[in-house]
């Protein structure tokens, strides 16, 4: 029998992409290059200096709406901190009004007018909203464009600067919205109407990452409160957005992972992963422990040092709660000199719990890993 003879329109559109980007002479098809832009238009990455034509050109594909599901927008700091004469960074939003024909192309700026009037939370912040889409215009745009992608399920800003995205100020935790954070002109309450948006449907946040010239007080923990979110799943954030560390020698407790997520949390990323970070877990497999968040699965921490220190390294994760003293047998290390000996440990502070708890409950498997001074994995 025959096979049906295939086309190149049968090939999958990210292999057309990249065959239609290999095409610089002026004969390309034209039908390659407006399939490349509805691929862009709903695979969203860009600078935020491109907001507007990102809009411009969504608005004449308004039926691509609905198919946006990601948003992965980035910027940076770097040329743009203002410092005194002592070279310390200065605390403050510097404003970007918009240029004269920003939006007036097709009627942008009559169609944001109308999603601010939709979704503004009162009278009071629509006011200020409308007149942010002039002097302030880039957190001000970049709140139109959460309002109008009512399918919107990732939200990545991970390589973005903090001060670009005014709307995280609406999530500060009891103690930031208390504390003392700067620049206060940071602020932007007007745009919880665009936040309120995105609360019922977002699955994936990232937050900026980049915190230069924001400053907290030291009686501030954690910096966000996630728990608004009704379906949030996957976290992607610092360690010092987590907890703050002013000081070496202020040593808190670590933040309530309770009081930053929602029970929804399947999958937590922290990057420039610290000493603190460790205090940290611990509270937050304790609160899995009790059902706090039942569908938390994984967690990824990406640290902050190098293994330039050229330091070997050993982690090892107990079958059960391991305490020292009731191994039977001495030190983790002592036991793992022996052949079967930490294994007769783990079973041993195994049992005493179950005596204690008069529940006998299956031993988890136990997990190690090694790496060698060279950075290279040992093999098991």
């Not at 039942?294 to 921490?301: K, S």
């Amino acid at each position: 029998m025959l096979r049906p003879q295939t086309t190149i329109n049968d090939l999958p559109d990210e292999l057309l992409l990249h065959i239609g980007a290999q095409f610089t002479n002026l004969n390309r098809k034209l039908d390659l290059a407006n399939l490349a832009l509805e691929w862009l238009l709903k695979e969203p990455r860009f600078n935020l200096t491109y907001i507007d034509r990102y809009m411009w050109q969504l608005g004449h594909r308004a039926e691509l709406l609905e198919h946006v599901k990601s948003l992965e927008i980035c910027s940076t700091s770097d040329g743009r901190i203002q410092s005194d004469e002592r070279g310390i960074a200065q605390k403050h939003h510097e404003p970007i009004a918009a240029s004269g024909t920003m939006l007036d192309r097709d009627g942008l700026k009559q169609s944001c007018a109308s999603i601010v009037s939709h979704f503004a939370d009162s009278k009071k912040y629509e006011e200020i909203w409308l007149a942010a889409l002039d002097r302030d215009v880039v957190p001000a745009l970049f709140g139109v464009l959460l309002c109008t992608l009512p399918n919107l399920r990732k939200l990545k800003l991970g390589d973005a600067w903090l001060l670009d995205f005014p709307l995280f100020a609406n999530m500060f935790s009891q103690d930031a919205k208390e504390g003392l954070v700067l620049p206060h002109s940071w602020r932007h309450h007007f745009l919880v109407g665009a936040l309120t948006a995105i609360l019922p449907r977002l699955k994936v946040l990232e937050p900026p990452t980049d915190m230069k010239s924001l400053f907290m007080g030291i009686e501030i923990t954690a910096l966000f409160d996630m728990r608004c979110f009704a379906k949030l799943r996957e976290v992607g954030i610092t360690m010092r957005e987590l907890q703050q560390q002013c000081y070496p020698w202020h040593r808190f407790a670590p933040p309530d992972a309770r009081e930053i997520f929602p029970k929804t949390l399947q999958v937590l990323r922290i990057s420039e992963a610290t000493h603190w970070t460790a205090d940290f877990l611990n509270q937050l497999c304790l609160a899995k422990k009790v059902g706090y968040f039942p569908n938390l699965g994984r967690v990824e921490g990406v640290r902050v040092m190098s293994k330039d220190a050229e330091i070997a390294l050993y982690v090892y994760f107990p079958p059960w709660i391991m305490r020292t003293w009731e191994s039977g047998g001495g030190t983790p290390w002592r036991l793992r000199a022996e052949e079967g000996w930490l294994r007769q440990g783990e079973v041993m502070c195994w049992r005493k719990d179950m005596v204690y708890f008069r529940v006998v409950k299956p031993m988890f498997t136990m997990r190690e890993a090694e790496w060698d001074a060279d950075g290279d994995a040992v093999m098991t």
